[in-house]
């Protein structure tokens, strides 16, 4: 089956950066999206961002413009870099990989994220 792999957490302080890899076990171009999810304690899931295989992006609004997404086809790897961490963003980050023509959905072990001071 298909593996996905994350790292990069860690604790960080707030104002401070992060950036987070998901490597796949295979060509990330075969997913039609490749996106992060995080959940905080308490909290519901929630969509971060996430990458169409066509390059096309998406945000929450709560990490708009402090968040980024990217892909390294080459390295079967998708990034989203964090900057301007703040307490909120403290989260389990999980790597999801969808594959809509099976109706296929893929998701990482998750690393945790935690933003204090």
């Known amino acids: 089956q298909v593996q996905l792999v994350e790292s990069g957490g860690g604790l960080v302080q707030p104002g401070g950066s992060l950036r987070l890899s998901c490597t796949a076990s295979?060509?990330?171009?075969?997913?039609?999206?490749m996106a992060w999810d995080r959940q905080a304690p308490g909290k519901q899931r929630e969509l971060v961002a996430a990458?169409?295989?066509?390059?096309?992006?998406n945000y929450a609004d709560s990490v708009k413009g402090r968040f980024t997404i990217s892909r390294d086809n080459a390295k079967n790897t998708v990034y989203l870099q964090m900057n301007s961490l703040k307490p909120e963003d403290t989260a389990v980050y999980y790597c999801?990989?969808?594959?809509?023509?099976?109706?296929?959905?893929?998701w990482g072990q998750g690393t945790q994220v935690t933003v204090s001071s």
């Open positions: 999801k990989a969808d594959y809509f023509p099976r109706r296929e959905a893929y």
């Open positions: 295979e060509s990330i171009l075969r997913f039609n999206v």
């Open positions: 990458i169409t295989n066509g390059d096309i992006t």
